[in-house]
């Protein structure tokens, strides 16, 4: 089983930037393809970023083009979110996924998640 922590959320304004966090357990982290996703209240998960095994692709929603980074560290067995000029429509709670289908965008993909982090981000 993998187990997958989430950290590095919190309140910020608009235009500031944030990294977060998914350390993963386990010594097969690099057989894994890690997404991160995010879900608003009422709302569906909705796909935010997805990363191959040893990076060599990656995949974002056009929401956060040009803003949001995924990158992985296979030997810390660590995937991070690089957030950059935030804004208020990204507040949301972000999860940590893991699965086997490369540049997969959807939550059937992933069978490992996270608890979440939340992101509050004031206009």
């Known amino acids: 089983q993998v187990q997958l922590v989430e950290s590095g959320g919190g309140s910020v304004q608009a235009g500031d930037s944030l990294r977060l966090s998914c350390a993963a357990s386990g010594r097969t982290f690099s057989s894994y393809i890690m997404c991160w996703f995010r879900q608003a209240p009422g709302k569906e998960r909705e796909f935010v970023t997805t990363i191959t095994y040893n990076g060599g692709r990656t995949s974002y929603a056009d929401s956060v083009k040009g803003r949001f980074t995924i990158s992985r560290d296979n030997g810390k067995n660590t995937v991070y979110l690089e957030m950059n000029s935030l804004k208020p429509e990204d507040t949301d709670v972000y999860y940590c996924?893991?699965?086997?289908?490369?540049?997969?965008?959807?939550?059937?993909?992933?069978?490992?998640w996270g608890q979440g982090t939340q992101v509050i981000v004031s206009a």
């Open positions: 996924a893991a699965g086997r289908r490369p540049g997969a965008a959807y939550v059937g993909a992933y069978d490992y």
